[in-house]
């Protein structure tokens, strides 16, 4: 029998409307399966039973009134330990912030409640989201629900595996280098990267940046179009959020359009031309490549010039960790973890001449990709990530396939292939890989076409639904019921 914790968002939300299932009893049932199988993963950090509890006791009342109800109403929420909840500990994954309890949730949080969420509790992240491996010296490290030994990525990584093992219906994410897509990806779920500026943020110091955004992630595409439904907005608080005075264009979209997938013409790539990619996930990719080539009107083995893209990722990225992390680095060296040290200190020997260099890449990249979509190019596939998952002890992976990575974020080079264009992109779960674990495949597309990634990654989910081969891997619960506590696993609590 399903427990309600394992019904989509969308059907709980329809049950929750139609009086037939109770905010109370669904929070029950989440809370129910996180105290079941949390112990093998640790992917919910930090709890608001008492808070979540009263909401979901006044979302009840509010139905059986006949209220007029939000979109999100009556669901529970994961947000990702980067943003701030009222009243519930923020640390950022750093001992800097282990007591801090904002006052006030940051825009998207109280744009999810607004909408009628839930918040239940804060998802695990790495140290301030730096790396794609979930583990801290505050609450540790989070495992693959697949193998909690090995890594779940991020750093949206709590919110990946407390999602694939149905502890809340939906999670927020954010992503710069693949933060909402590398775990999902990992994870068996579906993880989705917006345009810069459809979900407002405010935390980004360097407010025209466009690497840093926020974001949804859910099980299926229905889900995410939901949340990102309730996300999506046009507060002025976010300089790339801009439109046209006084008009909302964004609030309230509807991103659950339909699509035919045999009009579209598709470009497939391993690697944008330049991403470390393993020869496991390449072989899995083309299998997955073949798999598809007859839903489309066309596939060609394509991909856009990148050009630039390691040295310009690598420049702006150190750029946004000088503005937010710099005085940490300098004042408390050691509250404060190596991915963190490592891009502050890369920054600090950059000049002038060296970011107004990324700057030009960056732009000559955008225009190149432009002109690859106007060549009739609807859709961009690749892997969303470069390897199979490997063990969370492993910082980084230092090599792939024998060969040195660049650094602790090149295997991550599949992400800000589409990050530095600002290319909407989403990681859906497409079955498993040669060693069991989850793959996802990456969809790209055209510049402000996400209503068009997300049609064409439910097409898709819709179309291999009965395919087990292809379909989304669901973990082993009862094999994380009786796993041992992640805690008690070498090296558990750390920074490195």
């Not at 139905?63 to 923020?90: Q, S």
């Not at 360097?206 to 439904?229: E, Y």
């Not at 579209?264 to 031309?273: E, H, I, N, P, Q």
């Not at 996802?440 to 076409?449: A, E, H, K, S, Y």
């Amino acid at each position: 029998m399903t427990e309600a914790c394992d019904l989509s968002a969308v059907e709980a939300r329809r049950l929750i409307g139609t009086k037939k299932l109770s905010p109370v009893e669904l929070l029950d049932s989440c809370m129910k399966r996180i105290g079941e199988v949390n112990h093998a993963v640790n992917a919910m950090v930090a709890m608001d039973e008492e808070g979540a509890r009263a909401a979901a006791r006044q979302a009840e009342a509010e139905v059986m009134a006949g209220e007029t109800l939000g979109l999100l109403h009556g669901l529970p929420l994961g947000i990702k330990d980067l943003d701030d909840t009222a009243g519930l500990v923020t640390t950022f994954g750093s001992p800097l912030f282990r007591d801090n309890v904002p006052k006030r949730d940051s825009q998207m949080v109280a744009d999810l409640r607004a909408a009628g969420g839930i918040v239940l509790g804060k998802t695990n992240t790495p140290e301030f989201g730096a790396g794609a491996n979930t583990r801290n010296a505050v609450y540790g490290a989070t495992g693959n629900p697949f193998d909690p030994s090995k890594s779940a990525a991020g750093s949206s990584g709590g919110s990946g595996v407390a999602l694939a093992c149905s502890m809340v219906p939906l999670a927020s994410g954010s992503d710069t280098g693949g933060s909402l897509r590398n775990p999902a990806a990992f994870n068996g779920i579906v993880g989705f990267r917006p345009s810069p500026g459809m979900v407002p943020a405010e935390r980004r110091l360097l407010g025209w940046s466009n690497l840093p955004v926020l974001g949804p992630m859910a099980r299926d595409v229905s889900d995410l179009a939901l949340m990102m439904s309730a996300m999506a907005a046009d507060h002025a608080l976010d300089p790339l959020a801009y439109t046209l005075p006084d008009a909302d264009v964004r609030h309230g979209l509807a991103f659950n359009e339909s699509v035919d997938l045999s009009t579209l013409r598709v470009a497939a790539t391993a690697d944008f031309g330049f991403a470390p990619t393993e020869r496991h996930i390449r072989e899995v990719f083309a299998e997955r490549v073949a798999a598809l080539s007859p839903l489309f009107g066309g596939v060609d083995e394509a991909h856009p010039d990148c050009s630039g893209a390691d040295e310009a990722f690598a420049i702006l990225r150190a750029l946004n960790f000088l503005a937010s992390h710099e005085e940490k680095v300098k004042r408390t060296p050691d509250m404060v973890g190596p991915n963190v040290r490592a891009n502050v200190e890369e920054g600090l020997n950059y000049s002038a001449s060296d970011v107004a260099r990324a700057a030009v890449l960056q732009t000559q990249m955008y225009r190149r990709w432009q002109a690859f979509f106007e060549g009739g190019i609807d859709v961009v596939i690749s892997p969303a990530i470069t390897l199979s998952p490997r063990p969370w002890s492993e910082l980084y992976p230092a090599e792939i396939d024998g060969q040195p990575t660049k650094s602790y974020f090149h295997w991550l080079a599949l992400a800000y292939a589409a990050t530095l264009p600002g290319h909407p992109a989403i990681s859906l779960p497409l079955g498993v890989d040669r060693a069991g674990m989850p793959f996802g495949l990456q969809i790209v597309g055209p510049r402000g076409g996400d209503a068009l990634v997300i049609a064409v990654a439910g097409a898709i989910e819709a179309a291999v639904a009965g395919d087990a081969t292809l379909a989304r891997p669901v973990p082993d619960l009862a094999r994380l019921r009786a796993a041992q506590p992640i805690s008690a696993m070498p090296g558990f609590l750390s920074f490195d």
